[in-house]
Nanobody, 125 residues
Framework: QLQASGGGLVQTGDSLRLSCVVI????????MGWFRQNPGKERVAVAA????????YFADSVKGRFTISRDNTQNSVYLQMNNLKPEDSAVYYC????????????????????WGQGTQVTVSS
């Protein structure tokens, strides 16, 4: 079970830190991803991190502004979002990679089989 939190309503240029805690399972063996989705649009990868943390992925639209990290001692993954823009507004979901021990930061939704409930991020202009 994944529980995401940290969303909210902020202004352009502000920062937010999303957290996702994984309850149960072997968190440290799985890559993790953050995705976002707006109504009527597909869910897309924003950032991902491999199980070792050695490999990461960032969507072009967030490179240089977002960072992803994980703390295996806390069974948690984080998304630090800086310099937020209105186009970052979406429901953000964390997810666990279905492939254990693959040291790849995956970006396709079909590679993930456990999803959190989503947390809303709204950035006002």
């Amino acid at each position: 079970q994944l529980q995401a939190s940290g969303g909210g309503l902020v202004q352009t240029g502000d920062s937010l830190r999303l957290s996702c805690v994984v309850i149960g399972g072997t968190f440290s063996s799985y890559g993790m991803g953050w995705f976002r989705q707006n109504p009527g649009k597909e869910r897309v990868a924003v950032a991902a991190i491999s199980w070792t943390g050695a490999n990461t992925y960032f969507a072009d639209s967030v490179k240089g502004r977002f960072t992803i990290s994980r703390d295996n001692t806390q069974n948690s993954v984080y998304l630090q979002m800086n310099n937020l823009k209105p186009e970052d507004s979406a429901v953000y979901y964390c997810a666990a990679d279905r492939h254990p021990l693959g040291d790849i930061a995956r970006t396709e939704t079909y590679d993930y089989n456990d999803w959190g409930q989503g947390t809303q991020v709204t950035v006002s202009s």
